[in-house]
């Protein structure tokens, strides 16, 4: 590296000033010149800092407001999932349809079923062959909903579902009825040639799915509704009473 010997003010020539001066405003430049680009370099970085900041914060804020349109969604198909009587493709039973034999009704809750505590999910047919059999609208309480016994409130109906459950050709429905005493209750609906319907007043209050509705009825711990006088809708169509 050169280095340029500048005398003193008093002893230099013009030239020598001049050369001096030259080169103060050379560095005086030239350090302008580096200050300038390192500002334009941080204010690059800074500039893409900030850009990185606003695209992750609105990237974060698509998620989110993604993550809450599908909390959403799932939220309104789950309740009118809940809120819509599920697919059962059969026939309603004819009224002729006779009444099962009790072997015949232990052999049907051997079979696999789709179980439903629902009162909203309980299938339209399974409703109706209710109503026929009952003479009575189909209307119920959800399990654990406060239901009219004696005490009768407005507008609430006195029974409340247990569960309900139906599988390829049978159905179930087991159910409390509110009164002075409650009881709990049983029917079976058969979908297969000619029909079949079975209803009884179960003894206890035991019963809360197939396994132990099979149980009850293999013990013979329950009382047919074809034996309580009332309790049935006959061929004439006559309202029953204990219902």
Not at 7 to 15: K, L, M
Not at 27 to 36: A, D, F, T
Not at 216 to 241: A, D, L, M, Q
Request: glycine share 8%; hydrophobic share 40%; net charge positive.
């Amino acid at each position: 590296m050169r280095i340029l010997q500048i005398p003193d003010d008093d002893n230099a020539t013009s030239q020598d000033l001049g050369n001096k001066y030259k080169f103060q405003n050379n560095c005086g430049h030239s350090i302008c010149e580096k200050r300038h680009s390192l500002v334009q370099k941080n204010d690059k970085y800074f500039y893409f800092v900030v850009k990185c900041w606003l695209m992750s914060r609105v990237s974060k804020g698509i998620l989110l407001c993604g993550a809450v349109v599908l909390v959403a969604v799932g939220v309104v198909l789950l309740v009118r999932f809940q809120n819509t009587p599920l697919t059962f493709s059969v026939q309603q039973l004819p009224n002729t349809a006779p009444f099962l034999m009790t072997a015949d009704v232990e052999n049907l809750l051997g079979r696999e079923f789709r179980i439903i505590r629902r009162v909203q999910q309980v299938p339209n047919v399974m409703k109706q062959d209710f109503s026929s059999l009952t003479n009575l609208p189909f209307e119920m309480v959800n399990p654990g909903q406060e239901m009219s016994t004696d005490n009768i409130l407005p507008n609430v109906p006195n029974k409340r579902l247990v569960f309900a459950a139906f599988s390829d050709d049978t159905a179930v429905l087991v159910f409390e009825v509110g009164a002075f005493a409650n009881s709990l209750h049983a029917v079976v609906f058969w979908y297969g040639k000619g029909g079949g319907k079975w209803g009884a007043m179960l003894n206890g209050y035991s019963v809360h799915d197939i396994d132990s509705l099979r149980n009850t009825v293999h013990g013979g711990r329950f009382v047919s509704w074809e034996t309580i006088p009332g309790w049935i809708s006959n061929t004439s169509g006559k309202p029953v009473g204990a219902l």
